[in-house]
């Protein structure tokens, strides 16, 4: 068991390809604002799933580009 509570070592096994081009399938046709909103709905459904606020905080942390945090008052 590890301190960290996110998994960011590759997880998928052999079906990442696969799941990357499902995603990317899953955008073919759609406008920018339906496939901006298709990614919303997806990270709100798997941080359901995950349930975990701890996690969910370190996938937040570990995605967003350097910079100032959403929390941070400057």
Do not use: F
């Not at 590890?2 to 052999?14: A, H, M, R, V, Y």
């Not at 390809?17 to 709905?41: I, K, P, Q």
């Amino acid at each position: 068991m590890t301190d960290e509570p996110l998994t960011t070592t590759w997880n998928l096994g052999t079906d990442g390809d696969d799941l990357y081009a499902l995603l990317m399938a899953t955008h073919e046709g759609l406008s920018d604002d339906e496939s901006e909103r298709l990614n919303v709905r997806l990270v709100l459904l798997l941080m359901n799933h995950i349930g975990d606020r701890a996690v969910i905080g370190a996938a937040i942390a570990a995605a967003r580009p350097s910079g100032p945090s959403p929390t941070s008052t400057s």
